[in-house]
Structures are given as C-alpha cells and as structure tokens.
C-alpha cells in the first residue's frame, strides 16, 4: 500500500538533522510522497534543499510547499512576496502553510488577512493547491474564501478542526480535509467526529510532523529532540490511517486507495 503525508513540516530544526534517516524509515513503511511545508522565509530555502536532495535519491517523494504561516508574519521582509515567487520558480511546489489564527495568545491578527489573500492569489494565479491554516476563525475564513479567488484545482485546509455543519460550504469552494493523527486523542472527540462529515472524495491524511502525535498507545516510531522531548515522526503515517479507518468503521485499504486517489487528484501534477 502507498501512504501519502498531505502536510508535514520536514525541514524543522528539531529534527536535528536526521532527515535522511526519517525518510529511509518512511520508505519502509510505504509512505510514497510527503508534502513538506515551509512557514517562512527563513525555512523555505530548506524546504527548497530537501526536495531537490532527495527527488532522485528517495523512493518516497517530496513536493515542497512555500507559503506564510500566521505565527511568523512579524519576521517578513518588505520584499517576501517577490521572495515567495522566487521559490516558486524554482522548483515544482504547492503554496502555504498560509492561513489565519485568533487562537495563538498575543499573536495579532492585523495584517493577516493582507498576507493571505495575496498568497491565495498567488496560488489561483498559477493553480497551484494551497494548504490553509485556521484556527477559531472558520466563518472569516468562509468569507475571504467565498469572496476571492481561489486554485481551480482546490486547497487543502490542513487539520480540519471547523464544526462539520460548515464542510458541505467549504466542499462547494474546493476544500480537501486533511485528518491528522491528534485527532485520535479522547479530548479531540469532536474534531475526530467531524470526518464522518468529509466527502469521500476530499478526504486526505496527514501528519504535521513533528507537531501533533497520535495518542501514545498508538505509535510505531518513537522519536525525541536532543533535549529529549517527544516529536511526532513522519513514519507514523500509517498509523494514523489505520487510526482513523478503525474510528469510522472502514477496511484500511478501502481508505488507503481512496486517500490515493484523492491526493493525487490534488498534488498529482507536481
């Protein structure tokens, strides 16, 4: 079976430098492709390097994605936008993780909007997916996304956590849902819930590695900074398919082949 990672942050310095070892053990695992996500200006040009260093060395893909996540926008230059085009020329790659968030203290929310509609131009301009961040801002993000362009060929809005009263309104926009192995937790009942609600055809899996870890119980790749604080590896991923598969009550093969085609539908041309 092939496993496909719709979002991860792969280039994260807590890794310590290990990536070559993370992606041998998801080779052995079957996960066939990771879209790895860059935050920032500052981590796009390790993105960039992964997916140039093992595009013909790693059995298991990586499609870069370069965009502004909302936690870092206080670190942009005047000249990121043009900077964000640049790593978009050089190589094929999807855009984000941009989005918006009302949830993270102290951050503020002024000028997020401005970033992220621009990024979103951006990827409606050349089609490309995007990968959206949200957090306690799901009706904004349903307006900006109703009122403004959007990639023909869809975007995915990573870690769905929105009530699933508002997936049908987000489906009509050409919203994929990406379920993440956290979601497996007990206290994230509701989040896990609202899967049941995803299209068939819109559904995608993913790990947020190194954020986000499956429940304890539930993990196959233990894993640890150099201080020792648990990371969540990307080798996880079948677990959190076979997590999920078990919680709406399907064969994992059954969603193994329809994440597939659901992810290659989205990603396929890159």
Known sequence: MNFY??????????????QKDLLAACKDVGVSRLVVNGACEADWPQVLALARQFCATSE????????????????RTTDWLTNLKTFLDAIPSAVGEIGLDRWKPDLPYAGQEEVFLAQLQLASERNLPASIHCLQTWGRLLELLQKNARPA?????HSYGGPAEMIPAFTKLGAYFSFPGYFLHERKRKQCDAFKSVPVDRLLIETDAPDQSLPSEKILHPLFDADGKPLNHPANLPAVYRGLA????????????RVEENFLRLFGGL
């Open 153 to 157: 060929c869809g975007f995915v809005l």
């Open 5 to 18: 990672d719709a979002h991860n942050h792969l280039q994260d310095e807590r890794f310590g430098g290990r």
């Open 60 to 75: 298991t893909k990586i499609i870069p994605s370069f965009g502004y996540h909302p936690w870092y926008l206080h670190e």
């Open 246 to 257: 078990e919680f709406i009550g399907e064969k994992p093969e059954a969603l193994v082949n």
